[in-house]
């Protein structure tokens, strides 16, 4: 990054990242119900760490040099990333949301941890390396060099491991009895043996008792559900439209010179991932439709409060604001998504969950979009 700066990396990668992303949850999303989901996520797992893997090579490569030429080689991995998540978040989400809420908070604060993880290794290399060009890269093929072992590793778990456990098996099953066709690939492989009934692939052991209906079809689901899928989008745009573009860039100056926007992104991360444990405690879980409406809504008077922050606050406020951003940010994901899928059946709770993180991923590419709008008066 520090040799592609001029090119606004930070907008720029992410900007790149979203279209294919959303283009690709849009279209298995619509398909969801027709769609093998092993295949689709060891696609979208696969995909993780081959793109890491070329990271990797084009550095190596072209010997850690900048320029166009690298930076377009980096937006092209940057969209293969964005076909990967398109197909494992909506895989995974669907996939946990006809299973119980607690994987789905477990699995949505895995993304936060990554992200806390990231932000720890690159203090660490800019501790580590602050006075070298060449300490950085260094570091950065380190980071990717790590996260192509633990993509590798997830493909190996998810194939090998994930559909053996007794929990697993029991609620795959449960969705198959309730007519869901996606999981038929992972009953099989987990060992439970399956037979087709009336076009319905659907476990041996449940087919005496099966009564298959009709599921509510995607429109209805969205209908139904119309201001979760609202809340969603809202609370990423809000949040992408501020991190990381405007955190990396349009802070000021402070006394933590070049740490400055480090030391916010990885406040943003950590207060994410801490937000995302809140609601475990049934105290503060937040179930109210309205009153998740209206704590989304109220996020955005964030807007206000970081240009007049960034234009006359010191460092310690900006701090504060990004903790509010991040804790917020992940405190309501998990409840929306924790809340949503109950009370509908395994192949209506699989669809909801495509369609609420089409939601998401069509607020975070709006946020990005939204966040060039910082540089009007810039030089812009």
């Known amino acids: 990054f520090f040799l592609l700066q001029k090119y606004h990396p930070t907008r720029v990668l992410t900007l790149v990242y979203q279209p294919f992303a959303v283009a690709t949850i849009a279209i298995l999303a619509y398909r969801e119900a027709k769609i093998n989901t092993r295949v689709r996520n060891l696609t979208g797992y696969t995909l993780f760490f081959l793109s890491s893997l070329a990271i990797i090579i084009l550095d190596v490569a072209t010997s850690g040099k900048g320029g166009i030429g690298v930076f377009i080689g980096i937006c092209i991995v940057s969209g293969v990333f964005g076909v990967a998540d398109g197909h494992v978040q909506g895989g995974m989400v669907g996939d946990l949301s006809l299973m119980c809420p607690e994987f789905i908070q477990s699995f949505l604060a895995g993304l936060a941890a990554s992200g806390a993880l990231t932000s720890g290794l690159r203090l660490i290399t800019k501790a580590a390396f602050e006075n070298s060009q060449d300490g950085l890269r260094k570091g950065a093929m380190l980071f990717f060099s790590i996260s192509s072992f633990f993509e590798l590793l997830c493909?190996?778990?998810?194939?090998?491991?994930?559909?053996?456990?007794?929990?697993?098996?029991?609620?795959?099953?449960?969705?198959?009895?309730?007519?869901?066709?996606?999981?038929?690939?992972?009953?099989a492989a987990g060992?439970?043996?399956?037979?087709?009934?009336?076009?319905?692939?659907?476990?041996?052991?449940?087919?005496?008792?099966?009564?298959?209906?009709?599921?509510?079809?995607?429109?209805?689901?969205?209908?139904?559900?119309?201001?979760?899928?609202?809340?969603?989008f809202l609370i990423y745009v809000l949040t992408l439209s501020i991190f990381p573009g405007f955190l990396s860039e349009d802070t000021g100056s402070h006394s933590l010179g070049s740490w400055y926007a480090l030391v916010l992104?990885?406040?943003y991360n950590v207060w994410d991932l801490?937000?995302?444990?809140?609601?475990?405690?049934?105290?503060?879980?937040?179930?109210?439709?309205k009153g998740l409406t209206a704590a989304t809504l109220s996020r955005f008077v964030l807007i206000p409060a970081f240009?007049?922050?960034?234009?006359?606050?010191?460092?310690?406020?900006?701090?504060?604001?990004?903790?509010?951003?991040?804790?917020?940010?992940?405190?309501?994901?998990?409840?929306?998504?924790?809340?949503?899928?109950?009370?509908?059946?395994?192949?209506?709770?699989?669809?909801?969950?495509?369609?609420?993180?089409?939601?998401?991923l069509a607020g975070i590419f709006s946020g990005v979009t939204?966040?060039?709008?910082?540089?009007?008066?810039?030089?812009?």
Not at 333 to 342: K, L, S
């Open 265 to 267: 992104i990885a406040m």
């Open 307 to 360: 240009y007049f922050t960034a234009k006359y606050g010191d460092q310690g406020w900006m701090i504060m604001l990004t903790s509010v951003l991040g804790l917020s940010n992940g405190y309501l994901t998990v409840c929306v998504f924790m809340a949503a899928p109950r009370g509908y059946k395994g192949p209506e709770q699989n669809a909801l969950g495509n369609l609420l993180v089409l939601c998401l």
């Open 370 to 380: 939204l966040d060039w709008l910082w540089l009007i008066g810039k030089g812009w």
């Open 274 to 289: 801490i937000g995302r444990y809140v609601p475990l405690l049934e105290f503060l879980k937040l179930t109210s439709r």
């Open 191 to 232: 060992g439970i043996q399956t037979h087709n009934n009336q076009g319905v692939c659907v476990p041996l052991m449940a087919e005496e008792d099966l009564k298959l209906s009709e599921r509510l079809t995607n429109r209805q689901l969205l209908w139904q559900n119309i201001d979760y899928a609202i809340d969603v």
């Open 155 to 187: 493909v190996l778990l998810y194939a090998f491991v994930f559909p053996k456990l007794p929990i697993v098996k029991y609620y795959r099953a449960k969705a198959a009895s309730e007519g869901a066709t996606t999981v038929t690939a992972d009953l």
